[in-house]
Structure formats: structure tokens, C-alpha cells
């Protein structure tokens, strides 16, 4: 990481803040916003991603499914969901100078999860991030992956991670 | 807690052929009753479609009830499914999910078995029994037959064969499911921990369907005309036409529900094989649920997804696309179920039953014949549940 540029490391940080404390929050127009326009989102198995399997929890490969991941969490299944608290721990490991503004970032992340009217906290998955980031005018996705080793969800997921 | 002259735990039915105990969901007691009569009774139990382990070596473990499992490709590309236990002290042979290996070796005395379940080695067996003999210490295996590429066990010698025991009126549409040929390729899993009994998570019916999932509402998306076939020994198959309409609004990207169809897809099909493994196409997914029970309380889901081999890339690209986002523990259509599931067990500790409804026509007397949006089709897995757990109905 010793070649990448301070405010490049600030950027990258601050955009991963921006994105974790959206979901903290469930805001989930601010998660939007983290996105570029050519942004895509995945929620994918360790033991898929190792396997070669392409399916994901999440596959969220255009813009598009990422506003419909917004009304899917806000409009569709806001009143069945049993709603949680998260908080998203994430440690940045790695960047790397893709050229043309783009950076490849990883970050360790661990999610813990109170459910609502139950009040114990439990972890709800560990995993990594692998994004592509665009820095210009402000920092962007291109990708965020979250690869999780948790490859047995201990409950349905409702909120992107 | 009530219990039989024998120690056996018991509870009485009620008359009523629409009311099942809340707590038949809730009694640890039932478990080990329900392991013998049922996970190792008279039932058939899918443990792996051939395109999960399309190598030789490949294998994939689980579990019947409580008995580790896997199942292996071997040298001949035949698959077979074992114990997952050494035949000198038990340990388990594999530890992991999914792998390839030539060959299978306990760590604890260095006995090796090859993909075949032969014993083909064990150190200082001179020194062993005077009339031991390798051959007899092969890893048990299980009654096994092949459907469409899925692979089934039993552990009865007596349960009728495969096709008999699910009928045609099962069996037929889940070759359909299976791509017609069981010519498939294998694309991936979801996992997910459900905190509930397992019989609530398999008491799913035909009612919920256009009342739970508001997606179908939002998506303007009427279920088309279908039916609902049920047997006698507890399975269940839905088949509708899909009426997905032209013009979505509710999303900024309505192709994640295109239906594009082969001649082997007409429609929406969902089974319930009993005791616990749910089959579905809707749209162009491919869906087979294995469920694992964690004893009296909880059930683990593995969603296993599947394209077919004739698929261009484009239609691979769909069905990826469609399955990652629509069903399964984080699905558009289908993540209230997994609510439902919790929200049922912590209220089925309340007294008394879960009462039946739609479709019961007399309370008193089985009906087979019921219609797509019923949720009596239900009743004949719980009648044959009751029978083979021995609990005696109430007179009328």
C-alpha cells in the first residue's frame, strides 16, 4: 500500500464509512449514493466464490437492481420483515492502483445483528470486501463484493451488507 | 409431557381432521421418535443431483437425520453414498462440505478407503482379530436409486421403489424440474439456518401464496390457473401457468422476471416431498431445497440452483441473475416465508392448534382432492405424519 497517496487512502476510507453507517442506519438511499452509475453490488458464499459457483445471495449487476434492491428493502418487504440492527466492523487490508482513477481496495468486515423484540446481538456474517472504486469527483463503487465465510446465513437476510 | 407404556412420548390427536397440536412443533421429546419413524423409516430422501460432483472424486457430505453422509463419484463415474463414518472406530472421513479426493483416508489409524467404498488399506493388520478380512469392512452404503440425475436413499428394505413410492403425478412434473433429462449443471447453493421446528418449516400451503408475498401484488403478477395434486403418503405438487404482465413499474428493471421457458418449462412448479424437500421451477430457476433438521429446533436450507446443459450463455447468464435475486433467504419473492417460519415457532408456544381452513370441506374426513389455492392439501402429509408417529386420534 506504501505507493497509494494519503487522500487516496482517505477517499477510500471515507467511502466505505459512508456505506457502513448507511446500513447502520438503514438509510438505504445514502447505501445508494456510495454507488457509481456503472456501480454493482454481490453478496456471495466463500464456498461458492471457491467452487466457481456463480450464484450470490445478492446479484445486483446494473444500476438498476441496485435502486430496485432500495425498494425491495424499503417498499416490498418493509412490513414481513422481523427488522435488525446491525453494525458493520471493517478493516481496510489492501489497495491497489488499477490506473485511470480505479482502485482496487479489500477490506475484512465482521456484522453483528439485533433483532428487534429479541434484543441479543449475534454476528450475522465475516467476511471481505473486494471493491472497484472510482476516484473523480468524490469516491465511487464500481464493484462492491462481499465475499462471506459465514457460508450458512443464521438467518434470512433482509439489508445488503 | 405425556408418554406411552414404554416410555415413548406420545400426544393425542384431535378428531378434527383440520387441527394439528401447537405442540407437535414445540416437544423435544418427538425428535428421536421422529428420527426412527420417519429420517430412518419408510421414506425416500434426495442427497445429490450427479451435476453437484461432476468429477470422479468428487464428493459432497450431509446428513440422513442425525447420520453423517456422503456421497462420492467414484473411478467407474458411479455414484454411491456412504457412511461418513470409519468402519474401525467411526471417525467421520470427510470434514468438509463439497472436495475431491482419490481416495479416503481416517486420520486416527491411517485406514484408507478408495472413492468405491473399499477398504484398501489399514496398518498392522497382522496383529488384528485372526479371522479379520478386509472385504468385510467396507463403508456401509445405503438402498439407493437415480431420478433424473438426483440421487435418493432409504433406510428401509421394505419402502416401495423410488417411482412408486413418490407416484406419477409427483415424479412427472419434477423431471421437469430436473430439465426434463436431468441433463444439468450445477450453479452454486444459498445456506441459511431457519430458527424453527422442521415440520413448521415444510407446513408451507397454497393460501399464503398471493397473500404473504406482496411482491406479487406490487408486480401486479396474478397467479395463473393451476392445481394442486396431493397423495396419500404426504407429497404435495403445484403447477400454475405464470402470468408475469407486460408492463412493471414497481422496478426500474423488470427483466429479472422475464420468463423465457423452454418446451420442458410451461409454467411455475413447486413440490413438498415428504418429510421435507421442496423442488421448484418458477420462471427459468431450477431449485432443489435440501433441508437438514438441527434436531428438535432449527433446520438448515441449502438452496441448490441449477442451469441446463443445452443453455446458451445468455440463458446461463438469466437463470444466474434470476435465482441470486429472487428466491432463497434473501429473495424478492420468497424472503417472508423465512419470517413466517420464525414468527410461527415463537407462536406456536401459545395452547391449543393450528386450525385449517381454506378448502376443508368436512372436518371429520381426508380430502385428496383439493384446489391451487388451498391450504387443506396440507393435510394428508400431517394424517400420514400422525400415523407412522403412532399418536392416536381423538373419537369423534
Same mark, same amino acid.
Given at each position: @500500500?506504501?505507493?497509494?497517496?494519503?487522500n $487516496? !487512502?482517505?477517499?477510500?476510507?471515507?467511502?466505505n464509512?459512508d456505506?457502513?453507517?448507511?446500513?447502520?442506519?438503514?438509510d @438505504?438511499?445514502?447505501?445508494?449514493?456510495?454507488f457509481?452509475?456503472?456501480?454493482? &453490488?454481490t453478496?456471495?458464499?466463500?464456498?461458492?466464490?471457491?467452487?466457481?459457483?456463480? !450464484?450470490?445471495?445478492?446479484?445486483?449487476?446494473?444500476?438498476?437492481r441496485?435502486?430496485?434492491?432500495?425498494?425491495?428493502?424499503?417498499?416490498?418487504?418493509?412490513?414481513?420483515?422481523?427488522?435488525?440492527q446491525?453494525?458493520? @466492523?471493517?478493516?481496510l487490508?489492501?489497495?491497489?492502483?488499477?490506473?485511470?482513477?480505479?482502485?482496487?481496495?479489500?477490506?475484512?468486515?465482521?456484522?453483528?445483528?439485533?433483532?428487534?423484540?429479541?434484543?441479543?446481538?449475534? !454476528?450475522?456474517?465475516?467476511?471481505?470486501?473486494?471493491? !472497484?472504486?472510482?476516484?473523480?469527483?468524490?469516491?465511487?463503487?464500481?464493484?462492491?463484493?462481499?465475499?462471506i465465510d459465514?457460508n $450458512?446465513?443464521?438467518?434470512? @437476510?433482509? &439489508?445488503?451488507? | #409431557?405425556?408418554?406411552?407404556?414404554?416410555?415413548?412420548a406420545?400426544?393425542?390427536?384431535?378428531?378434527k381432521?383440520?387441527?394439528?397440536?401447537?405442540?407437535?412443533?414445540?416437544?423435544?421429546?418427538?425428535?428421536?421418535?421422529?428420527?426412527?419413524?420417519?429420517?430412518?423409516g419408510?421414506?425416500?430422501?434426495?442427497?445429490v443431483?450427479?451435476?453437484? =460432483?461432476?468429477?470422479?472424486?468428487?464428493?459432497?457430505?450431509?446428513?440422513l437425520?442425525? =447420520?453423517?453422509?456422503?456421497?462420492v463419484?467414484?473411478?467407474?463415474?458411479? =455414484?454411491?453414498?456412504?457412511?461418513?463414518?470409519?468402519?474401525?472406530?467411526?471417525?467421520?472421513?470427510?470434514?468438509?462440505?463439497?472436495?475431491?479426493?482419490?481416495?479416503?483416508?481416517?486420520?486416527?489409524?491411517?485406514w484408507?478407503?478408495? +472413492?468405491?467404498?473399499?477398504?484398501?488399506?489399514?496398518?498392522?493388520?497382522?496383529?488384528?482379530?485372526?479371522?479379520f478380512?478386509?472385504?468385510?469392512?467396507?463403508? +456401509?452404503?445405503?438402498r439407493?436409486?437415480?431420478? /433424473?440425475?438426483? %440421487?435418493?436413499? *432409504? #433406510?428401509?428394505?421394505?419402502?416401495?421403489?423410488?417411482?412408486?413410492?413418490?407416484?406419477?403425478?409427483?415424479?412427472? +412434473?419434477?423431471s421437469?424440474?430436473?430439465?426434463?433429462?436431468?441433463?444439468?449443471?450445477?450453479?452454486?447453493?444459498?445456506?441459511?439456518?431457519?430458527?424453527?421446528?422442521?415440520?413448521?418449516? /415444510?407446513?408451507?400451503d397454497?393460501?399464503h401464496?398471493?397473500?404473504l408475498?406482496?411482491?406479487?401484488?406490487?408486480?401486479?403478477?396474478?397467479?395463473?390457473k393451476?392445481?394442486?395434486?396431493?397423495?396419500?403418503?404426504?407429497?404435495?405438487?403445484?403447477?400454475?401457468?405464470?402470468?408475469?404482465?407486460?408492463?412493471?413499474?414497481?422496478?426500474?428493471?423488470?427483466?429479472?422476471l422475464?420468463?423465457k421457458?423452454?418446451?420442458?418449462?410451461?409454467?411455475?412448479?413447486?413440490q413438498?416431498?415428504?418429510?421435507?424437500t421442496?423442488?421448484?421451477?418458477?420462471?427459468d430457476?431450477?431449485?432443489?431445497r435440501?433441508?437438514?433438521?438441527?434436531?428438535?429446533?432449527?433446520?438448515?436450507?441449502?438452496?441448490?440452483?441449477?442451469?441446463?446443459?443445452?443453455?446458451?450463455d445468455?440463458?446461463?447468464?438469466?437463470?444466474?441473475?434470476?435465482?441470486?435475486?429472487?428466491?432463497?433467504p434473501?429473495?424478492?419473492?420468497?424472503?417472508?416465508?423465512?419470517?413466517?417460519?420464525?414468527?410461527?415457532?415463537?407462536?406456536?408456544? *401459545?395452547?391449543?392448534?393450528?386450525?385449517?381452513?381454506?378448502?376443508?370441506?368436512?372436518?371429520?374426513?381426508?380430502?385428496?382432492?383439493?384446489?391451487?389455492n388451498?391450504?387443506?392439501?396440507?393435510?394428508?402429509?400431517?394424517?400420514? %405424519?400422525?400415523?407412522? #408417529?403412532?399418536f392416536?386420534?381423538?373419537?369423534s
Amino acid at each position: @500500500m506504501s505507493e497509494i497517496e494519503p487522500n $487516496v !487512502i482517505f477517499s477510500i476510507e471515507n467511502l466505505n464509512r459512508d456505506y457502513i453507517c448507511a446500513l447502520d442506519k438503514l438509510d @438505504m438511499n445514502k447505501w445508494l449514493a456510495c454507488f457509481n452509475k456503472q456501480g454493482t &453490488y454481490t453478496l456471495i458464499s466463500n464456498e461458492n466464490e471457491t467452487n466457481g459457483f456463480p !450464484i450470490a445471495f445478492m446479484l445486483d449487476d446494473k444500476y438498476e437492481r441496485l435502486q430496485d434492491r432500495v425498494t425491495q428493502v424499503t417498499v416490498i418487504q418493509e412490513d414481513s420483515t422481523e427488522h435488525y440492527q446491525t453494525r458493520h @466492523m471493517t478493516q481496510l487490508t489492501s489497495i491497489e492502483n488499477l490506473g485511470n482513477n480505479r482502485y482496487q481496495a479489500n477490506f475484512n468486515f465482521s456484522v453483528f445483528y439485533t433483532q428487534n423484540l429479541v434484543e441479543t446481538t449475534e !454476528i450475522l456474517c465475516v467476511g471481505r470486501y473486494e471493491d !472497484i472504486v472510482l476516484i473523480e469527483n468524490g469516491a465511487s463503487f464500481l464493484q462492491r463484493k462481499a465475499v462471506i465465510d459465514t457460508n $450458512v446465513l443464521p438467518r434470512y @437476510m433482509a &439489508y445488503p451488507v | #409431557m405425556s408418554q406411552t407404556p414404554d416410555n415413548r412420548a406420545t400426544l393425542e390427536w384431535p378428531a378434527k381432521y383440520n387441527e394439528v397440536p401447537k405442540e407437535v412443533f414445540e416437544r423435544a421429546d418427538l425428535w428421536p421418535i421422529e428420527l426412527e419413524k420417519i429420517f430412518y423409516g419408510e421414506e425416500w430422501h434426495p442427497v445429490v443431483h450427479q451435476s453437484e =460432483i461432476p468429477n470422479i472424486g468428487d464428493y459432497k457430505a450431509s446428513d440422513l437425520g442425525e =447420520i453423517p453422509i456422503f456421497a462420492v463419484r467414484g473411478e467407474d463415474n458411479k =455414484i454411491r453414498i456412504f457412511q461418513n463414518s470409519c468402519t474401525h472406530r467411526g471417525t467421520t472421513l470427510v470434514t468438509e462440505s463439497l472436495g475431491n479426493k482419490t481416495e479416503f483416508e481416517c486420520p486416527y489409524h491411517r485406514w484408507l478407503f478408495s +472413492p468405491e467404498g473399499e477398504l484398501v488399506g489399514c496398518p498392522n493388520s497382522r496383529e488384528f482379530t485372526p479371522d479379520f478380512d478386509k472385504k468385510n469392512f467396507s463403508l +456401509p452404503t445405503f438402498r439407493t436409486e437415480e431420478f /433424473c440425475g438426483l %440421487y435418493f436413499i *432409504t #433406510m428401509s428394505d421394505t419402502v416401495a421403489p423410488l417411482k412408486e413410492y413418490l407416484g406419477e403425478d409427483f415424479y412427472e +412434473p419434477l423431471s421437469r424440474i430436473l430439465g426434463g433429462d436431468g441433463r444439468l449443471k450445477f450453479a452454486g447453493y444459498q445456506k441459511v439456518h431457519y430458527d424453527c421446528n422442521w415440520k413448521a418449516y /415444510c407446513d408451507n400451503d397454497g393460501y399464503h401464496a398471493p397473500l404473504l408475498h406482496l411482491a406479487f401484488k406490487m408486480l401486479n403478477w396474478q397467479g395463473g390457473k393451476g392445481v394442486q395434486n396431493v397423495t396419500e403418503n404426504g407429497h404435495l405438487s403445484f403447477e400454475s401457468e405464470l402470468k408475469i404482465p407486460d408492463d412493471i413499474t414497481a422496478l426500474e428493471d423488470a427483466s429479472i422476471l422475464d420468463f423465457k421457458g423452454t418446451e420442458t418449462s410451461t409454467g411455475s412448479i413447486v413440490q413438498m416431498q415428504f418429510p421435507l424437500t421442496v423442488y421448484s421451477k418458477h420462471m427459468d430457476m431450477l431449485n432443489i431445497r435440501y433441508a437438514f433438521p438441527k434436531g428438535p429446533k432449527g433446520i438448515e436450507v441449502h438452496y441448490a440452483y441449477f442451469t441446463h446443459e443445452d443453455d446458451d450463455d445468455e440463458m446461463i447468464a438469466h437463470r444466474i441473475r434470476q435465482s441470486s435475486n429472487l428466491l432463497g433467504p434473501c429473495g424478492l419473492i420468497s424472503m417472508e416465508d423465512a419470517s413466517i417460519f420464525s414468527r410461527i415457532d415463537k407462536g406456536n408456544k *401459545t395452547p391449543g392448534m393450528a386450525i385449517f381452513q381454506k378448502g376443508v370441506k368436512d372436518e371429520y374426513q381426508l380430502d385428496l382432492q383439493v384446489g391451487q389455492n388451498d391450504e387443506s392439501g396440507n393435510l394428508p402429509r400431517w394424517e400420514h %405424519y400422525r400415523k407412522l #408417529m403412532g399418536f392416536k386420534r381423538a373419537e369423534s
